[in-house]
């Protein structure tokens, strides 16, 4: 059974850090891209940072330079680090898990961590 399990959400003040954490179970850790999205009420999802196994990185612009995402192969967690956090950034963050094999795409998430940032 695939379980993603996010945590590390709360509540933040402006220019704050945060660092959330999924633990994933039950894949191939090491072939599947990881990346964290978030959503807001009444939008969609969005991808804010993606990993793939060999280091690669992907950010979406309005968190880069902020936000650090990472992997550890060793525990099967992914962490996103996300510093100077901004208004904006408050949102429902989810952990996903995607790969390709034998042309089936295998996609999973987590239940996600509420992330709110207010003074």
């Known amino acids: 059974q695939v379980q993603l399990v996010e945590s590390g959400g709360g509540l933040v003040q402006p220019g704050g850090s945060l660092r959330l954490s999924c633990a994933a179970s039950g894949i191939a850790f090491s072939v599947y891209v990881m990346a964290w999205y978030r959503q807001t009420p009444g939008k969609q999802r969005e991808l804010v940072a993606s990993?793939?196994?060999?280091?690669?990185?992907n950010y979406a612009g309005s968190v880069k330079g902020r936000f650090t995402i990472s992997r550890d192969f060793v525990r099967n967690t992914v962490s996103l680090q996300m510093n100077s956090l901004k208004p904006e950034d408050a949102a429902v963050y989810y952990c996903?898990?995607?790969?390709w094999g034998a042309g089936v795409l295998n996609d999973y998430w987590g239940r996600g961590t509420q992330v709110t940032v207010s003074s």
């Open positions: 990993i793939t196994s060999d280091g690669r990185t």
């Open positions: 996903n898990a995607r790969n």
